[in-house]
């Protein structure tokens, strides 16, 4: 089945760049998602991009594609302490169903 | 406009008993969908549903169903609580899209924490 791969950490200063990266396998990939989900709650959608584009810029957010290499990041510009939370990447394919494959999330600790 | 909302918020269970979340999409969404998320790992795909109609099914026991009602509602029951049942209980709604205009995004509720003891 299709896999989606994260690092699991990742540990930044307040201010400072955050860059969150991710893997799948699924070469028929559609949309690639990245949703936050702060402690005790539900997935928040911060951005997705469609796989004919390379890059996505939306405000503090920007989402690089390199379909050659499977690879999704999010970086996150003048990181804060509220942008602490778990990250995930997640994909769905062309084959209709509308169902994302998650990966498990890339916890991000800011330091003041 | 409001978002997905899930009920109960919290949920404490003992093994073999049954539970019924529930779910309503946001509004004009007729397409709804569970997920379960154990501690530390990412939503797994449970049950879709659209106008109705199951679209999907994920690798979960029969204990698991799920149906949607006309107004696009859900409710997911579990029968015979194990304590690996023991997850955060995610809905999701989405928009009737058109792949070529649109995008497959999925919108989340805050999930039912379910705790089975």
């Known amino acids: 089945g299709e896999d989606v791969e994260q690092s699991l950490f990742l540990s930044v200063r307040e201010g400072d760049s955050s860059v969150i990266n991710c893997t799948y396998t699924?070469?028929?990939?559609?949309?690639l998602y990245w949703y936050k989900q702060e402690p005790g709650a539900g997935l928040q959608l911060l951005t997705y991009?469609?796989?004919?584009?390379d890059m996505k810029q939306d405000q503090r957010l920007t989402v690089l594609l390199n379909k050659k290499d499977k690879h999704l990041s999010l970086r996150i510009a003048d990181t804060q302490t509220g942008d602490s939370a778990i990250y995930f990447c997640a994909e769905t394919s062309s084959g209709g169903s509308y169902i994302p494959t998650f990966g498990r999330g890339t916890s991000l600790i800011v330091h003041p | 406009d409001a978002g997905v909302t899930q009920s109960p918020t919290h949920l404490i269970k003992t093994r073999g008993q049954q539970v019924t979340l529930r779910c309503s999409p946001i509004s004009g969404h007729k397409s709804v969908s569970w997920y379960q998320q154990v501690l530390g790992q990412g939503p797994q795909f449970i049950f879709q549903?659209?106008?109705?109609?199951?679209?999907g099914r994920g690798n979960f026991p029969d204990r698991f169903s799920a149906r949607q009602f006309p107004n696009y509602s859900s409710e997911l029951n579990v029968n015979a609580l194990l304590l690996g049942d023991s997850a955060l209980y995610l809905c999701?709604?989405?928009?009737?899209?058109?792949?070529?205009?649109?995008?497959?995004?999925?919108?989340f509720g805050p999930g039912t924490r379910l705790t089975v003891l």
């Open positions: 991009i469609f796989s004919n584009m």
């Open positions: 999701a709604s989405r928009p009737k899209t058109n792949r070529a205009q649109g995008n497959d995004t999925q919108y």
């Open positions: 549903y659209y106008e109705k109609e199951e679209r």
């Open positions: 699924d070469s028929s990939s559609t949309y």
